[in-house]
């Protein structure tokens, strides 16, 4: 597989960090590697956001910490729109949205599943 087929197959996010044992940090929050990394190289990982979970945002936990801004629901869907760090919006579809996460707090985008490429470039 490639990043080009995930994002055939669904919408996939990049996400930019440094590795640090077994996780990759990021300025808002950090993910476990889905594989062992050797060194403390940037690296990308790919993630879908109907592979993920919006949790409330407490504690030290994996994941992306991220502003609610806009949630909608039309039964059983749920689409969120959640503004990254530098104020761009992400609009996800997640498989799970925690009681209690509500417009305007900060919320975890937790991934269920990351994807990794020995080349992370698109294409």
Same mark, same amino acid.
């Given at each position: 597989?490639?990043?080009f087929v995930l994002d055939f197959l669904g919408h996939a996010e990049p996400?930019?960090?440094?590795?640090?044992?077994?996780?990759?940090?990021?300025?808002h929050g950090w993910l476990p590697l889905p594989a062992p990394a050797t060194d403390a190289a940037p690296?990308?990982? !790919?993630l879908r956001g109907c592979e993920c979970a919006l949790e409330n945002d407490?504690?030290?936990?994996?994941?992306l910490r991220l502003e609610?801004?806009?949630?909608?629901?039309?039964?059983a869907r749920v689409q969120v729109d959640l503004a990254r760090p530098d104020g761009s919006? !992400?609009?996800?579809?997640?498989e799970r949205v925690a009681a209690g996460v509500v417009e305007g707090a900060q919320a975890r985008l937790v991934p269920g599943r990351l994807h990794g490429f020995a080349d992370s470039a698109r294409g």
């Amino acid at each position: 597989a490639s990043p080009f087929v995930l994002d055939f197959l669904g919408h996939a996010e990049p996400v930019s960090g440094v590795v640090r044992g077994d996780r990759l940090e990021l300025a808002h929050g950090w993910l476990p590697l889905p594989a062992p990394a050797t060194d403390a190289a940037p690296q990308t990982l !790919w993630l879908r956001g109907c592979e993920c979970a919006l949790e409330n945002d407490g504690g030290d936990g994996p994941g992306l910490r991220l502003e609610v801004r806009r949630i909608r629901r039309s039964g059983a869907r749920v689409q969120v729109d959640l503004a990254r760090p530098d104020g761009s919006i !992400w609009r996800v579809e997640p498989e799970r949205v925690a009681a209690g996460v509500v417009e305007g707090a900060q919320a975890r985008l937790v991934p269920g599943r990351l994807h990794g490429f020995a080349d992370s470039a698109r294409g």
